[in-house]
């Protein structure tokens, strides 16, 4: 299993610096949210069991600043997966609570283990950065960014990373002029982005 997490979070990374760099900052007057989505899957074929790992957070750059903790259980087989930090687990249960709303079952990694079935459950990935500024050239901020990418894909019955079929993907990025107030940007970044789950679209929505 480490290896899926590994070879998930090296491409995530990856996405996550081409998406933040190549593009000059621009001055903007509203809150937006701008994403990209895409799904390999029609919404009814998607399986309604969902896994989902605590989303983890980046830098600006790029660099991951947590990782994903093993939790044993009592018998001293791998149960769950945490992180270090309280944010991410708060995100996780809420993206939990919304997939639920959506008609989605979520369940334990220890669950997931368990499943015989292939490509019965979805596994998902969360990736996002704190607000980090954006600079113009001149050295001015422009604006506050915030961006999150969610990765879904389906594993046969043994979670064989050379099976797995990534079937959803959503790069989303959230700009507050500077020095507007916003509340709770990662949170509303996160749920944007999953309002375009499994949806094949690109676009900006305003946020205030």
Do not use: H
């Amino acid at each position: 299993m480490r290896l899926i997490v590994t070879a998930t979070l090296v491409i995530a990374i990856s996405q996550l610096s081409c998406t933040l760099g190549g593009k000059k900052p621009e001055a903007i007057k509203r809150v937006t949210f701008s994403y990209e989505a895409l799904a390999s899957m029609q919404l009814r074929d998607i399986p309604s069991f969902v896994y989902v790992f605590p989303p983890l957070r980046s830098n600006s750059s790029g660099k991951p600043i947590e990782q994903l903790v093993p939790v044993n259980s009592p018998e001293g087989g791998l149960s769950e997966w945490k992180t270090s930090s309280a944010q991410s687990m708060a995100l996780k249960k809420k993206i939990e609570a919304n997939l639920r709303t959506g008609g989605y079952e979520t369940i334990d990694f220890g669950d997931l283990l368990t499943v015989q079935q292939s490509y019965a459950v979805l596994v998902i990935s969360t990736f996002y950065t704190l607000p980090y500024e954006v600079k113009n050239e001149a050295g001015e901020v422009t604006n506050k960014a915030t961006l999150v990418m969610i990765k879904g894909a389906l594993f046969d019955g043994n979670l064989d990373p050379k099976t797995k079929k990534d079937i959803i993907k959503v790069d989303g990025v959230t700009k507050v002029p500077a020095g507007k107030e916003f509340s709770d940007p990662v949170t509303r970044t996160i749920e944007q982005a999953y309002s375009w789950f499994a949806d094949n679209s690109t676009g900006v929505t305003l946020l205030d």
